[in-house]
């Protein structure tokens, strides 16, 4: 069981970075697709990947994948794979499933198949025929694309955007995964202002902190495979150990966030101590007409709002003409603006020099990129 392989997933427009994360790890053998970076490692990447990856879904263990075109083909190829070797005798699994344009299209049946192949498995191994399933949580996934089958274990339990901090948040919150994102598809480093004038509970700047102070986005929550004795607690707790030892806490951040509600900056405040960066980031109330900026270079990343039900759309638009008069006269300010409003370089005035498609959820945006001139000491 040295080399396993393993499946970072990831919301589309997302895997280049799950990529570049991956390699800041140090793990080179890796393969991109949609939605997912498959990479190879041995057993102590399943904390190491947990903790760190700021940007993935879930981490995944492969099992196995093969061509399933009927049950029976699926039943026997799930029960060859090594389940026992991952999965205790008291062990709870689930089995969840999707397909896609494939001949086992009943997902029902393709989850009641491979849960009867695990427990077959099971049984050679630990020669019994009533499991009691009270133990760790092993969560299986069978995802048939095409007709080619992919049996894994979820490694992380809750999703990863789930860090911990966010006990509070507003109307339509931002993930964290893609909030994190935002800020690593900017030029923003942690020498550098950064401004989220429409901060809501506060995510953006929250994530701009770990990554400044380079705390691990797992720090603060528990995995699923952190009960699964195949790893150990002594593995975790080393990745825990060596997380804790790289957080940078000497470099002076210069992170602000504003929004016109006044409870939602206290949401903010409030999230950000509970993740222990509210030492450097100011939250002030204030609408964006009233924002001033703390320096003469600096980065905007902000979601602001979309316009999207009836009767908001002329607000949304008035507050991107506002966003506009702000940096209208701010060459050395680079912008980054998410948004699903199509109209939105129309009334912010000015053309984006990049645009970029991700999802928030399922709602489709634009990421507008709009590039100042950098300081001279870069």
């Known amino acids: 069981m040295e080399n396993i392989e393993l499946i970072a997933t990831s919301t589309f427009g997302l895997e280049a970075l799950v990529k570049r994360e991956l390699l800041n790890l140090g793990y080179s053998d890796l393969s991109v697709e949609n939605g997912k970076v498959t990479f190879k490692a041995d057993i102590s990447a399943i904390p190491t990947a947990n903790l760190w990856l700021r940007t993935a879904d879930r981490v995944l263990l492969k099992m196995g994948e093969f061509t399933s075109l009927s049950f029976e083909e699926l039943f026997e190829n799930t029960k060859s794979l090594p389940w026992d070797e991952w999965i205790t005798e008291d062990g709870k699994f689930t089995v969840i499933g999707k397909s896609v344009k494939s001949k086992l299209h009943s997902v029902p049946n393709c989850q009641a198949i491979v849960k ?92 701009a902190a770990m990554i400044g102070r380079n705390i691990a986005p797992g720090l603060n929550r528990t995995f699923a495979s952190e009960e699964w004795p195949v790893i150990g607690r002594d593995a975790w707790k080393k990745a825990r150990v060596a997380a804790y030892k790289s957080i940078d806490l000497e470099t002076d951040l210069h992170i602000f966030g504003s929004d016109i509600d006044s409870r939602a900056v206290q949401t903010a405040q409030n999230n950000a101590a509970r993740c222990g960066v509210d030492d450097c980031i100011i939250f002030e109330t204030k609408p964006v007409s009233r924002v001033e900026l703390a320096s003469d270079y600096g980065i905007a990343i902000c979601n602001p709002p979309y316009g999207e039900r009836l ?51 399922r709602i489709k945006v634009d990421y507008y990129q709009f590039y100042g001139e950098k300081p001279l000491h870069e």
């Open 311 to 361: 009767g908001e759309k002329s607000e949304a638009e008035s507050i991107y003409k506002a966003l506009g008069e702000l940096f209208s006269n701010r060459q050395t300010w680079s912008v980054y603006v998410l948004t699903s409003n199509e109209d939105f370089e129309e009334f912010y005035g000015r053309t984006a020099d990049r645009k970029r498609k991700l999802y928030n959820g």
């Open 116 to 207: 009867k192949a695990v427990v077959e498995r099971m049984k050679q191994k630990y020669k019994t025929d009533w499991f009691n399933e009270t133990g760790p949580e092993y969560t299986i996934q069978v995802s048939i694309l095409k007709d080619i089958a992919t049996l894994t274990i979820d490694t992380s339990g809750t999703g990863l955007h789930k860090r911990g901090y966010r006990e509070g948040a507003v109307e339509a919150p931002l993930k964290e995964t893609l909030a994190a994102a935002l800020v690593q598809l900017s030029f923003w480093n942690k020498e550098r202002v950064l401004l989220d004038p429409f901060c809501g509970s506060g995510t953006i700047p929250i994530e």
